[in-house]
């Protein structure tokens, strides 16, 4: 069967069922819909957009460039 969430469909999520990687579908052209077989099962939906992991990794890479130029100090009488 298909799950459809009433949430919308966005790049970014990543969906497992049971575990495994499920492909995510656009049902009715903006909701979020994942195949399951029939039974019980555990579907996890996870929003990781790219734009985050960017922004997470360029802070980082701010942080450290400000604090390795903080910790830089021109001392007096060095060439």
Same mark, same amino acid.
């Given at each position: 069967?298909?799950?459809?969430?009433?949430?919308?469909?966005?790049?970014?999520?990543?969906?497992?069922?049971?575990?495994?990687? /499920?492909?995510?579908?656009?049902?009715?052209?903006? !909701?979020?819909? *994942?195949?399951?077989?029939?039974?019980?099962?555990?579907?996890?939906?996870?929003?990781?957009?790219?734009?985050?992991?960017?922004? *997470?990794?360029?802070?980082? &890479?701010? /942080? &450290? !460039?400000?604090?390795? &130029?903080?910790?830089?100090?021109?001392?007096?009488?060095?060439?």
């Amino acid at each position: 069967g298909l799950v459809v969430l009433s949430d919308n469909y966005f790049p970014g999520w990543k969906a497992t069922v049971d575990g495994q990687p /499920a492909e995510i579908h656009e049902v009715y052209g903006c !909701l979020r819909g *994942v195949v399951a077989g029939s039974g019980r099962h555990t579907i996890r939906m996870t929003y990781r957009p790219a734009s985050l992991v960017a922004g *997470v990794a360029l802070s980082a &890479l701010g /942080a &450290l !460039l400000a604090l390795a &130029l903080a910790g830089r100090r021109d001392r007096p009488g060095s060439a």
